[in-house]
């Protein structure tokens, strides 16, 4: 079975600061692994994903994501935090045998102080 | 590019009363549908999911049913509504190969 552990609810950082959300997940075998961000009352958009190669993936809006296999973590990161970045972040995965059912985290709110 | 419609935006109905929901995809062909509920803005409910026309599989028993009359509509649908069915519910689409989801804006159902 796949899930994915977001062990933090809140995250607050001041503008200009690094952003660090944290995330662990669980599968059998390899893993699909993606970052989703959510605005208030607005659907879920696709920020990056981790298929397979470099650990270190890049996505939208200057965010990247380390996946770590011997430590099952797969951390969204931005190097300097903007206002703008405070929203509801998620974390999924998916086994790659598995090939239509995600399994999504709880959610960590980012709150980015100015 | 592909786009994908919810509506409506919110909706606020009585308890017994029916429910649709409605969601479609534009720009592509024989997507995977989805839905979501997200219950207190935290994690998501995969509720049900179809790979085609008329095949609909459900993850949660429920109150709930869905179809896919179209090859890009997907409906999810009650006949008696619960008040634990409010929430906000999320269409989502997928192509083949890596199956990136893409969601909807969403729909806010209040059930009072």
């Known amino acids: 079975a796949q899930s994915v552990a977001q062990p933090e609810d809140q995250v607050n950082v001041a503008e200009g600061n690094p952003l660090t959300v944290k995330c662990t997940y669980s599968?059998?075998?390899?893993?699909?692994l993606f970052w989703y961000v959510q605005y208030p009352n607005r659907g879920l958009q696709f920020l990056l994903k981790?298929?397979?190669?470099?650990?270190l993936v890049k996505g939208s809006y200057g965010f990247e994501a380390e996946f770590n296999k011997s430590q099952t973590s797969f951390h969204l990161k931005k190097p300097s935090a903007l206002v703008s970045d405070s929203a509801l972040y998620f974390c999924?995965?998916?086994?790659?045998?598995?090939?239509?059912?995600?399994?999504f985290g709880a959610g960590t709110t980012v709150t980015v102080r100015a | 590019s592909q786009t994908i419609h919810q509506w409506p935006a919110t909706l606020v109905q009585p308890v017994g009363s029916p429910l649709s929901l409605e969601c479609t995809v534009e720009?592509?062909?024989?997507?995977?549908l989805y839905w979501y509920r997200q219950a207190a803005g935290r994690g998501l409910q995969l509720l049900f999911y179809?790979?085609?026309?008329?095949?609909i599989s459900s993850e949660v028993p429920q109150n709930l049913s869905a179809s896919r009359p179209q090859d890009r509509q997907f409906i999810l649908s009650s006949k008696k509504l619960l008040l634990s069915d409010s929430g906000f519910y999320l269409c989502?689409?997928?192509?083949?190969?890596?199956?990136?989801?893409?969601f909807g804006a969403g729909t806010r159902l209040s059930v009072l």
């Open positions: 989502a689409w997928s192509g083949t190969g890596l199956n990136i989801q893409y």
């Open positions: 599968v059998s075998g390899n893993p699909y």
């Open positions: 981790y298929i397979t190669g470099d650990n």
């Open positions: 999924a995965v998916r086994e790659r045998s598995n090939d239509y059912k995600l399994s």
């Open positions: 720009g592509t062909s024989n997507p995977n």
């Open positions: 179809s790979v085609g026309i008329g095949q």
